[in-house]
């Protein structure tokens, strides 16, 4: 497989929806998509994940047990976050809509709504947003690109599907930090999934499998976690 773009830009969106089936069948819809979802169900664990994530684009409810929508907005702006954010809401009068947009909300969706309405949103505000083309980034033998989310042996891309992809990121991100089965967990599946971390151990053995002819290891501390790592030539 020769070195190309992928047409469709994959993205990781943040999804603060305390209604678990509406949650559930949104992150369905844009996983669909190809896009990564975090779903968070209150505002109190999202007000610390919101700090923290590195997700492109946020989908959040304003009608939130603990902290609501409108207040988590807020402190996303007061500290400079500027990432695009769409508001949830049952409230369809226009002071309310007004409310949100003044609050920082990029766009504003009331429900009850077509999963199809909210997709074309999601592309309309991604399109918006300038996000600055990232450069490769070499690791062993190997060139990670980050628009494409691929990996490339010279022209050559590596096979790798979603999830192990996915994996391979946030080991990268952490910049060889020790990365807990649980954090990966949460970056692959999303926040609060019901998914043993066994599953972790397997994508890491396959990953290890793909990767180790490249000079690029991926090492364990018991307990701890995982750390990815670049074999020294002789």
Not at 71 to 93: F, H, W
């Given at each position: 497989?020769?070195?190309?773009?992928?047409?469709?830009?994959?993205?990781?969106?943040?999804?603060?929806?305390?209604?678990?089936?509406?949650?559930?069948?949104i992150?369905?819809?844009?996983?669909?998509?190809?896009h990564?979802?975090?779903?968070?169900?209150?505002?109190?664990?999202?007000?610390?994940?919101?700090?923290?994530?590195?997700?492109?684009?946020?989908?959040?409810?304003?009608?939130?047990?603990?902290v609501n929508?409108?207040?988590?907005?807020?402190?996303?702006?007061?500290?400079?976050?500027?990432?695009?954010?769409?508001?949830?809401?049952?409230?369809a009068?226009?002071?309310d809509?007004?409310?949100?947009?003044?609050a920082?909300?990029?766009?504003?969706?009331?429900?009850?709504?077509?999963?199809?309405?909210?997709?074309?949103?999601?592309?309309?505000?991604?399109?918006?947003?300038?996000?600055?083309?990232?450069?490769?980034?070499?690791?062993g033998?190997?060139?990670?690109?980050?628009?494409?989310?691929?990996l490339?042996?010279?022209?050559?891309?590596?096979?790798?599907?979603?999830?192990?992809?996915?994996?391979?990121?946030?080991?990268?991100?952490?910049?060889?930090?020790?990365?807990?089965?649980?954090a990966?967990?949460d970056?692959?599946y999303g926040v609060?999934?019901?998914?043993?971390?066994k599953?972790?151990?397997?994508?890491?053995?396959?990953?290890?499998?793909?990767l180790?002819?490249?000079?690029?290891?991926i090492q364990?501390?018991?307990?701890?976690?995982?750390?990815?790592?670049?074999?020294?030539?002789?």
């Amino acid at each position: 497989m020769k070195l190309s773009r992928i047409g469709k830009t994959a993205m990781r969106i943040t999804l603060v929806e305390d209604n678990i089936s509406l949650s559930k069948g949104i992150t369905y819809r844009l996983e669909d998509a190809g896009h990564s979802v975090d779903a968070i169900a209150n505002g109190d664990e999202a007000q610390d994940y919101l700090v923290a994530d590195g997700a492109d684009l946020v989908i959040l409810d304003i009608n939130l047990p603990d902290v609501n929508g409108l207040d988590l907005l807020s402190q996303m702006r007061k500290r400079g976050d500027a990432r695009p954010v769409i508001l949830l809401t049952a409230r369809a009068e226009t002071q309310d809509r007004v409310k949100g947009l003044d609050a920082g909300a990029d766009d504003y969706l009331i429900k009850p709504f077509e999963m199809a309405e909210l997709e074309a949103r999601v592309r309309a505000l991604l399109r918006r947003r300038a996000i600055p083309q990232q450069k490769l980034r070499k690791i062993g033998s190997l060139h990670y690109d980050p628009n494409a989310r691929q990996l490339f042996d010279g022209e050559t891309a590596l096979e790798i599907p979603r999830r192990e992809m996915s994996v391979f990121e946030c080991l990268l991100s952490a910049d060889g930090r020790l990365v807990s089965k649980s954090a990966m967990l949460d970056h692959v599946y999303g926040v609060g999934a019901d998914i043993e971390e066994k599953v972790i151990e397997v994508y890491i053995s396959r990953l290890r499998q793909r990767l180790k002819d490249h000079g690029v290891l991926i090492q364990a501390r018991r307990g701890l976690g995982y750390h990815i790592t670049v074999q020294e030539r002789a």
